[in-house]
């Protein structure tokens, strides 16, 4: 099949994106042409079958960014000749949307709970957001798709609510994780040295963080919960962010912010459990790599990965991130050496159901049946 994917941008550190490059490697192994629309792209160069077509568009300024890359894309795409147009990101012409970043109608929703009058105003009067929301609801009540993706359950329900959409038109896909590069035994491998880079003891209790947009994604409540802890922990952050505000909160633990990494593998050997307390997270590939590194979670119900995590056996699911008490008791009771062992051990067992090829074979299969129903169409329509 020839397949387009369209994304506005590939950066390393972006979970989104690492989902779109194990995508496109899984396709490529099975012999598919894949051609990348995006504005830029920084992932390894074009590979044989893999062609990139650079989409244009301002990017000095998000909103007309995200504008033009919604016509300029629905241009490049429609002149393709494609099989499967599948869009990861807010445009006008797909077969497959994949609402990986969730409802952007449901983040507003979830951080106008949490906001005071200032916060509420700068929401309703920023443009961005009224782009964003007409996008959406061009996409979901246009019905500019024959296919919809969710990233979780969490992510349907959302769909459906805000936008009506009927319950067949979505498929719920999770995503999948390399096993290979995130692994327990990385631990050998790279552990001491990172922990090394920042002065970290091997007896020291270290969780980890890894995302970038500090805010939406908890890391207020997860130092607020650290401070709330008798016994000396340290907190890895990695991604990008304002970082002032947050170290403002520090006060006897052990804070590190260690900005976005490529070889974020690493990370995770070094550290012995992962917390994500997020406001609004679709699903996130954070916590299946963290899964597969032998980390506990802690995370939120307002993530689509708390669909996959099993209380007290590969981690704890806090009913919100301003639970900074369940954060902190969650944490508590990672202290413990001989619970982390064995929930280290189920958290590798659970990752090892979400594996790339998984995710790529039901994403195949859907293509296939679209192809059926487009095929069916013009041998109606002849």
Same mark, same amino acid.
């Given at each position: 099949m020839k397949i387009a994917l369209i994304r506005k941008k590939y950066t390393y550190h972006g979970g989104a994106e690492s989902f779109s490059q194990g995508l496109i490697d899984q396709l490529l192994l099975q012999g598919h042409e894949?051609?990348?629309? +995006?504005?830029?792209?920084?992932?390894?160069?074009?590979?044989?079958?893999?062609?990139?077509? @650079?989409?244009? +568009?301002?990017?000095?300024?998000? *909103?007309? &960014?995200?504008?033009?890359?919604?016509? #300029?894309?629905?241009? /490049?795409? #429609?002149?393709?000749?494609?099989?499967?147009?599948?869009?990861?990101? @807010?445009?006008?012409? /797909?077969?497959?949307?994949?609402?990986? !970043? %969730?409802?952007?109608?449901?983040?507003? &929703?979830?951080?106008?709970?949490?906001?005071?009058?200032?916060?509420r105003l700068s929401t309703v009067f920023n443009p961005y957001h009224w782009l964003i929301l007409g996008l959406e609801r061009s996409i979901f009540r246009g019905e500019r798709y024959r296919k919809i993706i969710a990233i979780s359950e969490l992510v349907k329900r959302n769909i459906i609510e805000h936008y009506q959409v009927p319950v067949d038109d979505i498929v719920v896909i999770y995503n999948g994780v390399d096993l290979r590069r995130f692994h327990? %035994?990385?631990? $050998? &491998?790279?552990?001491?040295?990172?922990r090394r880079q920042y002065e970290i003891a091997e007896q020291d209790r270290v969780f980890?963080?890894? %995302?970038? =947009?500090?805010?939406?994604?908890?890391?207020?409540? *997860?130092?607020?919960? #650290? $401070?709330?802890? !008798?016994?000396?922990?340290?907190?890895?952050?990695? =991604? @990008?962010?304002?970082?002032?505000?947050?170290?403002?909160?520090? =006060?006897?633990?052990?804070?590190?912010?260690? =900005?976005? /990494? @490529?070889?974020?593998?690493?990370?995770?050997? +070094?550290?012995?459990?992962?917390?994500?307390?997020?406001?609004?997270?679709?699903?996130?590939?954070?916590h299946l790599e963290a899964l597969a590194s032998g980390l506990p979670v802690i995370t939120t119900r307002n993530s689509g990965a708390a669909e996959i995590i099993e209380e007290g056996k590969s981690g704890f699911v806090v009913p919100e991130p301003e639970d900074r008490n369940a954060i902190s008791e969650s944490m508590k009771r990672l202290l413990d050496a001989g619970m982390l062992q064995a929930m280290a051990r189920e958290a590798r067992r659970t990752a090892e159901r979400f594996t790339l090829e998984r995710s790529v074979f039901e994403m195949l299969r859907l293509y296939s049946a679209i192809m059926e129903e487009k095929t069916g169409r013009q041998r109606s329509s002849t």
């Amino acid at each position: 099949m020839k397949i387009a994917l369209i994304r506005k941008k590939y950066t390393y550190h972006g979970g989104a994106e690492s989902f779109s490059q194990g995508l496109i490697d899984q396709l490529l192994l099975q012999g598919h042409e894949v051609h990348i629309h +995006a504005i830029s792209w920084e992932g390894r160069s074009p590979s044989p079958g893999m062609f990139f077509h @650079k989409v244009p +568009a301002v990017t000095f300024n998000s *909103l007309l &960014r995200d504008l033009m890359f919604a016509f #300029a894309s629905r241009n /490049q795409v #429609a002149e393709g000749h494609y099989d499967i147009i599948q869009s990861h990101d @807010k445009t006008l012409y /797909q077969d497959i949307y994949r609402a990986g !970043d %969730g409802c952007h109608i449901e983040w507003l &929703r979830q951080r106008w709970k949490r906001t005071g009058i200032l916060g509420r105003l700068s929401t309703v009067f920023n443009p961005y957001h009224w782009l964003i929301l007409g996008l959406e609801r061009s996409i979901f009540r246009g019905e500019r798709y024959r296919k919809i993706i969710a990233i979780s359950e969490l992510v349907k329900r959302n769909i459906i609510e805000h936008y009506q959409v009927p319950v067949d038109d979505i498929v719920v896909i999770y995503n999948g994780v390399d096993l290979r590069r995130f692994h327990p %035994g990385n631990r $050998e &491998r790279f552990r001491k040295e990172v922990r090394r880079q920042y002065e970290i003891a091997e007896q020291d209790r270290v969780f980890l963080f890894v %995302g970038s =947009g500090f805010e939406r994604k908890g890391v207020g409540y *997860l130092i607020e919960a #650290a $401070e709330m802890l !008798d016994a000396p922990v340290t907190l890895l952050i990695v =991604g @990008k962010g304002s970082q002032k505000k947050f170290q403002n909160m520090v =006060g006897k633990q052990r804070v590190i912010f260690c =900005g976005p /990494q @490529k070889n974020i593998e690493q990370y995770y050997a +070094a550290a012995d459990a992962f917390v994500f307390p997020t406001v609004y997270e679709p699903f996130g590939n954070v916590h299946l790599e963290a899964l597969a590194s032998g980390l506990p979670v802690i995370t939120t119900r307002n993530s689509g990965a708390a669909e996959i995590i099993e209380e007290g056996k590969s981690g704890f699911v806090v009913p919100e991130p301003e639970d900074r008490n369940a954060i902190s008791e969650s944490m508590k009771r990672l202290l413990d050496a001989g619970m982390l062992q064995a929930m280290a051990r189920e958290a590798r067992r659970t990752a090892e159901r979400f594996t790339l090829e998984r995710s790529v074979f039901e994403m195949l299969r859907l293509y296939s049946a679209i192809m059926e129903e487009k095929t069916g169409r013009q041998r109606s329509s002849t």
